[in-house]
T-cell receptor
Framework: ETGVTQSPTHLIKTRGQQVTLRCSSQ?????VSWYQQALGQGPQFIFQ???????GRGNFPPRFSGLQFPNYSSELNVNALELDDSALYLC????????????FGNGTRLTVT | DQQVKQNSPSLSVQEGRISILNCDYT??????FLWYKKYPAEGPTFLIS?????DKNEDGRFTVFLNKSAKHLSLHIVPSQPGDSAVYFC??????????FGTGTRLQVFP
């Protein structure tokens, strides 16, 4: 059973640029969620995708968007990057409808300069 | 508004002793609670969970206690081992699938 994998592991971008982060879900999981973890904080929910549609969103602006593909892999896109977007971005997969834990990848560390 | 709070940013415990990590929440609609452990440069790893219909769940050295009236849960690790040194996050789930995390407690287990 393969776990959740994320790419790239690290990324440096300039303010105003756009970034795409990628995630492959754990096999057998049909739901993917994205979280942002700023330094010294707990992960904050960005959004969740199920059946290729957004299925819940946290308090993040529309410049944060995502996609889920038929193979349950996912992308997180952030437009017009701001300095405060610097954080660890975590992808997590799960099975919808089951009271089961989220399984996280190791994250992508994004630095915006 | 922090719905899940971990008021102790750090905890230091001697190897072999009990570690107790605490978590408070404000939303009585939360129905499922989890603890995650996080090492540097890794994602959070699921440790143990508890449903709101229970007050205790045990898995080896790890036990989670839930006190719904006090809106409080705790994680007990006994005996503590040096490999348990990590940041521990408490998380809660409400009527959606999203998890709300606390800010974490850094546990250090020393010999």
């Amino acid at each position: 059973e393969t776990g959740v994998t994320q790419s790239p592991t690290h990324l440096i971008k300039t303010r105003g640029q756009q970034v795409t982060l990628r995630c492959s879900s754990q096999s057998g999981h049909n739901t993917v969620s994205w979280y942002q973890q700023a330094l010294g904080q707990g992960p904050q929910f960005i959004f969740q995708y199920y059946r290729e549609e957004e299925n819940g969103r946290g308090n993040f602006p529309p410049r944060f968007s995502g996609l889920q593909f038929p193979n349950y892999s996912s992308e997180l896109n952030v437009n017009a990057l701001e300095l405060d977007d610097s954080a660890l971005y975590l992808c997590a997969s799960s099975l919808k409808g089951v009271a089961s834990p989220l399984h996280f990848g190791n994250g992508t560390r994004l630095t915006v300069t | 508004d922090q719905q899940v709070k971990q008021n102790s940013p750090s905890l230091s415990v001697q190897e072999g002793r009990i570690s107790i990590l605490n978590c408070d929440y404000t939303n009585s609609m939360f129905d499922y609670f989890l603890w995650y452990k996080k090492y540097p440069a890794e994602g959070p790893t699921f440790l143990i969970s508890i449903s709101s219909i229970k007050d205790k769940n045990e898995d080896g050295r790890f036990t989670v206690f839930l006190n719904k009236s006090a809106k409080h849960l705790s994680l007990h690790i006994v005996p503590s081992q040096p490999g348990d040194s990590a940041v521990y996050f408490c998380a809660a789930r409400g009527d959606t699938d999203k998890l709300i995390f606390g800010t974490g407690t850094r546990l250090q287990v020393f010999p």
